[in-house]
């Protein structure tokens, strides 16, 4: 019987104490993906030691633990693979690309091969569990190599790969070293997802544009073939979505975390802010405006406070260690300027709240503020509106560069690099009356049910179900 195998860069595995484990967006789509059939999940397990060799050819020890209906196949990673392909290729060269932020770029010219290295480490790991019948989906930006590795070894099984990030436009990939290599690799895989129709079209020119000889390309409507030798790639836009009813449910349910109930209370009206301590969220850009709209409306001094939670990640990166300083400056500068006796205007935490509690956080907070520069999709957009009580719904501000902005047009939609659009925003929130709540959050409502997670999985599988097996691996190598 054929299975679902899932490759994702990091695997939170589940306790006794958390049975679903506390992830990232990325990781909470991909349990919940798994969770309805079951299937083997693959990937590391956040740990680095110092017994894994760094020679380029070891594949690591890795582990196996079954829970419920899912099979964990995890593996730590040696110091060098950490810093050259995670923190170095990976991070400090593609994730800083792909969110068109490369004036961030910094890596080392041996990132690249530690990058395929790891990417064939998985590949040989997957070789190893992989059934012939069995479907295989790679997820986001970590892995461009894997299906060609997985080919070299001469596996035939249908590959999908889904970018959970932005696809930038050309220009982008003039800066990322091996870019071209990636593209190339890339077409190994059978079905290539992203996150909207832009990041779809972006993806058919640069492959256009930098491998013009090699490819034939067709479309209909949505769905663009390419043809390269022996083998078809198809790219599609599949918006990634959340579980509306199991949010709702958790919403439900009394807010228990003690730390983050004193931080509400009832004669104050919350702006919540959630996201990873990443300068592609706009948090800097989202406190300075909140000061500024302090500064325009004192009548709101007293009376709404900015709940900012900013969990940190990757604070190996230099970048990300000035990020945080700067905001913690800000976060003091502005509450210097503005607290008063009883009132402090801007609360921050850099704790994580469990994905139990943050559903009743979001359901008593009556503003929730996405601010992203640039975001594949953010899922904290639509769980917040999952979260809502419908009779007495709050109001989401969500970034224009955000993905869920192409699907949640009904929510105050900014310009997080412009503070007018920002302040503006929040006083129209602020202003909004009950019944205007009401009928912007049924129509953003129905819209995250039209394209919840089971939708996303299920357009995704099939698409990659009916694509044919590759009968010979594509051996030719651009550099």
């Not at 020890?61 to 990673?77: C, G, I, L, R, S």
Request: proline letters at 4%; one cysteine or more; glycine letters at 4%.
């Amino acid at each position: 019987m054929s299975k679902l195998i899932v490759l994702s860069n990091r695997v939170n595995l589940p306790s006794k104490q958390s049975p679903k484990a506390v992830a990232g967006g990325l990781a909470v789509a991909l349990q919940e993906a798994l969770a309805k059939d079951g299937g083997i999940w693959v990937g590391w397990n956040g740990q680095v030691v110092t017994n894994i060799s760094d020679m380029p050819d070891t594949v690591n020890q890795f582990a196996t633990e079954q829970h419920d209906k899912v099979t964990y196949v995890t593996t730590a990673f040696s110091p060098m693979q950490y810093e050259k392909y995670y923190c170095g290729y990976a991070n400090n060269r593609l994730w800083a690309g792909m969110h068109d932020r490369t004036d961030l770029i910094i890596s080392s010219s041996e990132d690249f091969s530690v990058y395929q290295a790891v990417n064939r480490m998985f590949a040989k790991q997957l070789q190893q569990i992989a059934q012939p019948d069995d479907m295989i989906w790679i997820q986001d930006y970590h892995f461009f190599a894997v299906a060609r590795h997985c080919r070299d070894l001469g596996m035939k099984q249908r590959i999908g790969f889904f970018l959970h990030i932005p696809f930038p436009q050309l220009w982008v990939w003039d800066f990322l070293t091996y870019g071209q290599t990636l593209i190339h690799q890339l077409l190994d895989y059978d079905v290539v997802g992203l996150q909207t129709q832009q990041d779809a079209q972006n993806c058919v020119a640069v492959i256009e544009q930098l491998l013009p000889h090699a490819i034939q390309i067709t479309q209909t409507n949505a769905r663009t073939l390419i043809s390269h030798g022996n083998h078809t790639t198809l790219i599609q836009a599949y918006p990634i979505g959340i579980n509306p009813v199991y949010i709702h449910k958790l919403a439900s349910q009394p807010l228990s975390d003690q730390a983050v109930l004193k931080n509400l209370t009832s004669t104050i009206t919350t702006i919540l802010a959630v996201e990873r301590l990443d300068y592609t969220k706009g948090i800097p850009e989202r406190l300075q405006a909140f000061a500024a709209f302090l500064q325009r409306y004192p009548q709101y001094l007293e009376r709404i406070q900015l709940y900012q939670i900013a969990c940190p990640s990757r604070l190996d990166i230099q970048t990300y260690q000035q990020l945080r300083q700067q905001v913690h400056t800000l976060v003091e500068q502005i509450n210097s300027q503005f607290a008063t006796a009883s009132w402090q205007p801007i609360i921050y935490q850099e704790d994580p709240v469990s994905h139990d509690n943050l559903m009743p956080l979001f359901r008593q907070c009556q503003i929730c503020w996405v601010n992203s520069l640039k975001d594949g999709m953010n899922l904290v957009a639509k769980e917040y509106i999952a979260a809502q009580d419908e009779q007495n719904a709050g109001i989401l501000i969500l970034s224009k560069n955000a993905g869920a902005a192409h699907q949640l047009q009904q929510a105050l939609l900014v310009d997080p690099t412009n503070n007018d659009s920002m302040i503006e925003g929040l006083y129209q929130a602020l202003t909004m009356t009950k019944q205007q709540r009401e009928q912007r959050h049924q129509s953003l409502l129905k819209s995250i049910y039209d394209t919840d997670i089971d939708t996303w999985r299920a357009h995704f599988l099939a698409d990659l179900t009916h694509m044919d097996k590759p009968k010979n691996p594509i051996t030719e190598t651009i550099k």
